[in-house]
């Protein structure tokens, strides 16, 4: 199972490279997203990103338990909290990945993939559910720091040939590649 591996992340006996693939085109999906960006810019002449939605959850959930301290915030004073275009992409993009794993044969109803399983146990389901958490919370801070997210950047920015969005995004596969080689290295 595991590997006598010195890195934090242990090898693994899943073999990455045996997925059968993307059941739907990468090409297609790439250039519908490049429409949704067009029609993005066009109807609401603003990019596409969904870290502004983070933003907008933590200030209606803060005119909820803090409403004095919420509206004190320049932040939301200039931006005040409500339900957005940026939501609505955010819980579309859910829907959407639903519908593509189901629509492409792909909806696996399962929380602990293999490589989890090899490398925590069959039975870490809390831990698996802290660290999404934990990396969800951590991007997002991130993404808000950074002034936007890898769409907001990655499509969006590079679209525009912002230097910061494209040094963004050669950041993010910089990023994946040292994590990918961290996960697979044997």
Request: charged share 10%; net charge neutral.
């Amino acid at each position: 199972m595991l590997s006598s591996s010195p890195m934090f992340f242990a090898a693994i006996d899943v073999d990455p490279l045996s997925y059968p693939g993307p059941a739907w085109s990468p090409y297609v999906v790439g250039g519908l997203i490049g429409l949704l960006s067009m029609f993005t810019f066009y109807f609401s002449n603003k990019p596409l990103g969904a870290s502004t939605a983070y933003a907008r959850v933590a200030g209606i959930i803060g005119l909820k338990i803090a409403p004095g301290h919420t509206k004190s915030l320049a932040y939301f004073r200039e931006n005040p909290p409500k339900v957005g275009w940026e939501l609505m992409l955010v819980g579309a993009v859910i829907l959407g990945a639903f519908i593509a794993a189901w629509t492409g044969g792909e909806l696996t109803n399962q929380f602990l993939p293999e490589m989890w399983q090899a490398r925590f146990g069959e039975d870490s389901y809390l831990l698996r559910g802290v660290t999404a958490l934990a990396g969800g919370v951590l991007m997002a801070f991130g993404a808000r720091m950074a002034g936007g997210c890898t769409s907001g950047h990655g499509i969006s920015g590079t679209l525009q040939l912002a230097v910061g969005s494209w040094l963004s995004a050669i950041c993010f596969f910089i990023g994946g590649i040292v994590a990918a080689m961290l996960m697979y290295a044997t």
